[in-house]
C-alpha cells in the first residue's frame, strides 16, 4: 500500500471517529453516526447530506463510503482521549452512548469501544 493509499484511509477512518452530533449545521438532523468499525469498500456516496436521507436517518460514513443509516443518540460531554496502544485483538464492550449506564458515554479506546465517563464539554466524541 502507497503513502497516498495509507494517507487516504488514515483520513476516512478519522473522520468516521467525529461523530456530527447535534444538528448544529443548517440541514443536519439531530443524533449521530454510528460507529464505521467495518472493512472499506469501494463504493460511491449515496449521499452528501442529511437532508437526501428519509426521516430519522443521517448521511454517515460506512465501509468508507457515505449511506443513510440510522442515526443513534449522544449524551453530553466529550470521551476521553485515550494515548495507549493495545497490543491484543479489538473488543468492543459497547456500540453506543446508550449501552452505557448513567451519563457514561460509549469511547473508543485503546482496544476498542468502552463506557466512560465523560470529560467537560459539549462535543461529542
Excluded at 471517529?17 to 467495518?38: I, M, R
Excluded at 449515496?46 to 437532508?51: K, P
Amino acid at each position: 500500500m502507497g503513502l497516498w493509499s495509507f494517507l487516504l484511509v488514515a483520513l476516512l477512518a478519522l473522520g468516521t471517529q467525529l461523530p456530527a452530533a447535534s444538528g448544529w449545521k443548517k440541514g443536519e438532523k439531530w443524533g449521530s453516526c454510528p460507529p464505521d468499525d467495518g472493512p472499506c469498500l469501494l463504493s460511491t456516496d449515496q449521499c452528501t447530506g442529511d437532508s437526501q436521507c428519509p426521516s430519522t436517518k443521517k448521511c454517515c460514513y460506512r465501509a468508507c463510503f457515505r449511506q443513510c443509516v440510522p442515526r443513534v443518540s449522544v449524551k453530553l460531554g466529550s470521551c476521553p482521549e485515550d494515548r495507549l496502544h493495545c497490543l491484543s485483538p479489538t473488543r468492543h464492550m459497547c456500540s453506543q452512548d446508550s449501552d452505557c449506564m448513567g451519563r457514561k458515554r460509549c469511547c473508543r479506546g485503546a482496544c476498542g469501544r468502552d463506557c466512560r465517563d465523560p470529560v467537560r464539554g459539549a462535543a461529542p466524541g
